[in-house]
């Protein structure tokens, strides 16, 4: 597939869910004082970030280490896309709930609530594609990870303004949409490998 600079952020933020992982966030920091949290969830959102990013430079080489091609990449990224879909369609939350009452650390917020398979296949996947836009890809990963920082720092304020239905039935929208792309993604890579392997 050919992605624009829009059309990687919108599936970035789809990968990374920031409706759904209000309430990960919200059980994870439950035990935090109210007035850390904003900056627990920024400091969270920038490892997750910095994971990314460096994904995105170190991508290609891992490719190469591995002996792994794009198009191994595309599809099996299209699977994991499609298994994260399903999640967000039938949320089951408690997976990521956790009974420590320390302040949490990289893990489960930053990885894998942000940073999860899906989103280092997703930034490893662009680059592969079209390495030279890689500045197109680091802008689409900030505006990403801003818009996330944004929604889960007011998170609840906007679980009070439209409702917790309202938010599940955004996140199953959006989780609909991300199954569409994971299928365009899959019969693509399929359609690629059928050539590849009539040469």
Known sequence: ?????????????????????????????????????AG??????????VLLLAFMFVGDSFLRV???????????????????ALRMIFPNHTAYESTDTREPLIVPLAIP??????????????????????????????????????????????QRLIGDRVVLALERLMGLILVAVAVEMMIRGLKSLALEMGR
Not at 40 to 49: C, D, P, Q, S
Not at 67 to 83: D, R
């Open 40 to 49: 627990v969830i920024l400091r969270e959102v920038l490892i997750a970030f």
């Open 66 to 84: 591995m002996g792994l091609s794009g198009l191994s990449l595309q599809i099996a990224g299209a699977v994991v896309l499609f298994l994260i």
């Open 113 to 158: 609530a942000l940073a999860g398979p899906s989103a280092l296949a997703t930034v490893m996947l662009l680059v592969s594609q079209a390495p030279q836009r890689r500045l197109e890809w680091i802008a689409a990963l900030s505006v990403t990870m801003a818009v996330c920082a944004l929604v889960l720092v007011l998170s609840d304020r906007i």
């Open 1 to 37: 597939m050919t992605y624009t600079f829009a059309s990687a952020t919108v599936l970035l933020l789809l990968i990374c869910d920031p409706l759904g992982n209000i309430p990960i966030f919200a059980n994870a920091l439950r035990h935090v004082a109210p007035e850390r949290r």
